[in-house]
């Protein structure tokens, strides 16, 4: 119990702290590495509440790809260079309310969930489902989400690739004057497309291509 | 002191698997360089030692007595964690690993994603590396893996999935025990031979190793980097190849199982079994190395999202069909 409390304070520390300094580091590009590193600590807890499911996705999810993409913005808009000036800069103080307003609202959320979990467990129904298998799991997540939440999962799924779809037709425009690679095209050329046999009078020249 | 005498059990464990695995990243090197070489009717490293066994440890000898040079407009945190990150992700991944039924460091459930979870973390030494040099040359290579690696982990994503509807479990030892009767790469061939290509992708091996094109980036992520901190970016890429191969033998080439159930053959300890193919994998990797040449990079991107991407899918719809339709879903 004592190295289980150990690892958890550690775990925590290193969350809350990178969480921090995801804000406060005046360099952007280590803004996201300590964003990652809040990742790593966030799923090293899950897996220490059971959860390795959700721990490893959220590994694979968030750290193996969004924050790659994070970085790769980043690191391509030279934001780096801009230094975070939040506490000196003037200019940014307009946007302190709308921050301010979101962070309550999600305070308040988070006392919510945490009052009801302390003070109404029966609520959460957690205890039930914990303690009549011994599946892992992976296999209670898969029972739950492709049998009672079949259509809750499909719509999400739908509204990620609307998402995506959309990003890309936002995104996407024809550019003229790009030269394109056809393979069959390529392979596919004759040779009497290609290579002309003509008949040259000596010192007298052809012309080509009038 | 219970406590003590636990952490010094597990201490021993990893140290038996550690050391053998930074031997053979050592040893792998040196076949590599003499597979390559015998493609090209050359002799390859044949002088330090029998057949040149200990041309590594001469090289790691002599990194380790060169200057290592930290540029001056770099920065400094930064470049020096990032050859740690390499290196630290290349093994820990070795733990979920299983050399037999009982030999694994930790049998974990969800053993394959630790594993795709590991790799697909392996980006951030090469990120960190370019981004930290602070120069044009690693920038771009740091750029163009992070793009590659991605695109590839998708794929291999989806070729596991394959595999895990066939086994119905995530745990490593599951998916060996799965191909008692016939090795997947029998049903499943061509997601073996999408997967190897990825991997070759994944790892920046050629004909994939565009983040260190040598002929347009100088040495791409590492121009910077001198000295031990090379190495370590050079063994961590090895170690990282070894795991790719073990992978693969996993998965589709029947871990540590011996390829007949027969009388000699079941004497062989699994462990050789699996070292053996992996191996195999190997030298197909150097092969490939030194026949193929190096792809532009469109046309990479192409193969990835383009080939990869929707042939494997197709082929999880198809094995799911089947595996529905003739009742073979495994259900525990």
Redesign the interface.
Known sequence: MI?HAIFFYTFSIIAVVSAIMVTASKNT?HSV?FL?LDFISISCLFIMIGA??LG??M??VY???VA??F??VV??LNVAQQKNQWFAGQQSSKHIPVGLIISTLIFVEVIIVIGGWKYKPEIFDINNSIAQTNI???HSLGQILYTDYIHVFQISGMILLVAMVGAIVLTFRQRSGVKR?SYIKQISRERAEGVEVLEVQSNKGIKIDD | ME?LSIVFQEVYKILFLLVPVLVSVAMIVWLDRRVWAFVQKRQGPNVVGPFGLLQSLADALKYIFKEIIIPSSSNKV?FILAPIVTMTLALIAWAVIPFSATQVLAD???GI??L??VS??G??GI??GG?ASNSKYP?LG??RS??Q??SY?VSI?VIIINVLLCVGS?NLNDIVIAQQNMWFVIPLFPMFVIFFISALAETNRPPFDLPEAEAELVAGYQTEYSGMMYAMFWLGEYANILLMCAMGAILFLGGWMSPIDVYPFTLVPSAIWLILKILLLFILFALVKAIVPRYRY?QLMRLGWKVFLPLSLIWVVLTASYLFYFNLLPVN
Do not use: K, P
């Open positions: 190295a590009v590495f990652i390795e499911f490893m996705i590994l694979i750290v193996g790809a790659v993409l970085l790769f690191m391509m892992s799991n992976t690679q | 406590y930064i974990i459930n969800v994603l630790y795709f979870a697909s973390l980006v951030y990120i960190m981004w920038f740091a750029i992070a793009a690696m991605v982990e994503g995530l469109d």
